[in-house]
């Protein structure tokens, strides 16, 4: 029995010229000569055709994040860490994006999720000359790609809106090379960039708003170096709109006269389960051959980790919240969250059977897994900082692996090798810390609520980012888009407002 369906589209022409063409070849040479294809390289080699029939946008994303060889710091399948259209549901659940698409603006949102740095612009926020000027800069480069969202119609092909990277310019023509991820549909193609605005600066039915164009590019480094916010757990929702909305409103509402009286308020009134929403990152790798050596990429990393641990702890504010959790009675139920009394010998089973199961790629799963024994290390090798090092023998039905899990730690002690808490002593992320990085990634409206003048100049002292050392205050700052992102996204509002927050 014969089953109806579609093979492919013919690409009108004109107005657009297949790449493949003997016109399009001739194309892209000239614009090689012109210099404006270096962006094309790494997106080719990234060109990937979107999985499903509404997921230009992911798979636009997911290219041009590759691309940019931006580390997503989750695995996708088996140990690797790699982008995927599957992996880009922080600000729109999948199903949903399957069924109707993703806008504009909660692409954005994903991009500013991943890590990328990103700059969006509507048609009505920008003119075709900027336009021009953004394409010639992001093609003769490897670090900038733009993202085009443009309707089809303008170019005589079926369908409405879509998005694609543009993969190179040509100068002469004054044409712009679409790498269409429906390649299914029609190939990579060039089309007049004047025709490509014009497409672009059409209103997307579904928002009321004009399409346009991003620019994402790479980070000064890579964001959420030891701390991240965790949008998987169910609370998130409750968690952000208390950090962003309720935090203030409480602030506001209290005639508070010190700071230890501010943080008794604002920590007794966490939603529940609010340490499922912050964590701290660590580095999993599989044991081979009993080897527990590190590489120079591994230790460099771990470094970094470090570094942001000592700064966080060398704040005045983490003083304040030490001495405040310090004085927390343990039997209040509502302040457990916040009081990590268990040393790493006694969550290193949790630690090694998540670890086991990213390696596995099964992270999501039901299966158990759980470790017939674990250890802590810490290694010392010639004249390197020790290292605290979990390792676990995890089990998974008859399947056994031998996991290491890499620490950051600041070391306050004598260090040995061997297993139990006195033979690595040493601060690793903890309540302490991540609840101080919180404090600071807050907006800076949070406090302006503060009745009391000298008790406000105090807090701000202890809270304002700009005399942050470096790697701190980039932390700071992405937690802090972070949380803007995610509120926003809550909310349903990152089509009216595609500006990263005022930091």
């Known amino acids: 029995m014969a089953m109806a369906g579609l093979y492919r589209r013919m690409l009108p022409s004109p107005p657009a010229i297949d790449f493949a063409s003997s016109e399009g070849k001739q194309l892209f040479l000239e614009a090689i000569q012109g210099g404006t294809m270096e962006g094309f390289y790494r997106l080719i080699s990234y060109f990937q055709t979107q999985s499903e029939p509404a997921y230009c946008g992911l798979a636009s994303l997911s290219m041009v994040l590759n691309a940019l060889a931006i580390d ?35 692409l954005v949102c994903l991009a500013h999720c991943a890590g990328a740095k990103v700059e969006a612009f509507r048609t009505n926020q920008s003119t075709i000359d900027d336009f021009r000027k953004y394409i010639i800069r992001c093609s003769a480069s490897e670090d900038c ?39 299914f549909k029609y190939p990579p193609h060039w089309v007049p960039l004047t025709l490509l605005w014009e497409a672009m600066d059409r209103v997307d039915d579904a928002t009321g708003q004009r399409r ?24 998130w929702v409750g968690i952000a709109k208390y950090l962003v909305d309720e935090v203030p409103k409480i602030v506001k509402s209290k005639d508070f006269k010190d700071f230890e009286e501010v943080l008794t308020v604002l920590f007794t009134s966490l939603p529940s389960n609010f340490g499922e929403f912050v964590k701290w990152v660590a580095e999993v790798r599989r044991r081979e051959d009993g080897d527990h050596s590190l590489s120079q990429e591994e230790k460099g990393r771990l470094a970094l980790k470090e570094e942001v641990l000592r700064q966080v702890q060398e704040t005045l504010l983490f003083k304040h919240v030490v001495t405040f959790l310090s004085s927390v009675n343990s039997c209040c139920r509502s302040m457990s969250v916040l009081v990590h009394k268990n040393e790493l010998p006694d969550i290193a089973e949790k630690v090694c059977c998540q670890g086991a199961r990213i390696l596995a790629g099964k992270f999501d799963s039901s299966e158990r897994f759980y470790c017939r024994e674990t250890c802590v290390k810490c290694l010392k090798a010639n004249s390197d900082k020790p290292v605290t090092l979990v390792s676990g023998t995890v089990v998974n039905g008859s399947i056994e692996q031998e996991v290491d899990v890499l620490v950051p730690s600041s070391q306050i002690g004598g260090c040995g090798c061997g297993c139990g808490p006195s033979n690595c ?15 600071l990634a807050l907006p800076k409206e949070t406090w302006s609520g503060i009745r009391d003048e000298k008790l406000s100049r105090q807090i701000l002292g202890l809270v304002t980012t700009e005399n942050l050392p470096t790697l701190l205050q980039e932390e700071v700052l992405h937690l802090r888009r972070q949380l803007h992102i995610l509120r926003r996204c809550q909310e349903n509002k990152v089509d009216e407002d595609l500006a990263a927050p005022s930091i």
């Open 72 to 106: 997503p710091g989750r695995k996708w399948k088996g140990p690797w860490r790699w982008f995927d259209e599957s992996m880009l549901d922080c600000c729109e659940p999948l199903e949903k994006v399957k069924e109707k698409g993703i806008s504009f603006g909660k």
């Open 145 to 183: 790609h733009v993202i085009s969202s443009y309707h089809r119609g303008a170019f005589k092909q079926t369908g409405t809106g879509h998005f694609s990277p543009i993969g190179g310019y040509h100068a002469g023509r004054d044409m712009a090379l679409i790498l269409d991820v429906a390649r």
């Open 212 to 235: 346009g164009f991003v620019l994402v590019s790479r980070p000064h480094r890579e964001p959420g170096l030891l701390y991240t916010l965790s949008c998987k757990h169910e609370n």
């Open 425 to 439: 002593i040493g601060i690793y992320p903890a309540g302490n810390d991540i609840l101080t990085v919180l404090i």
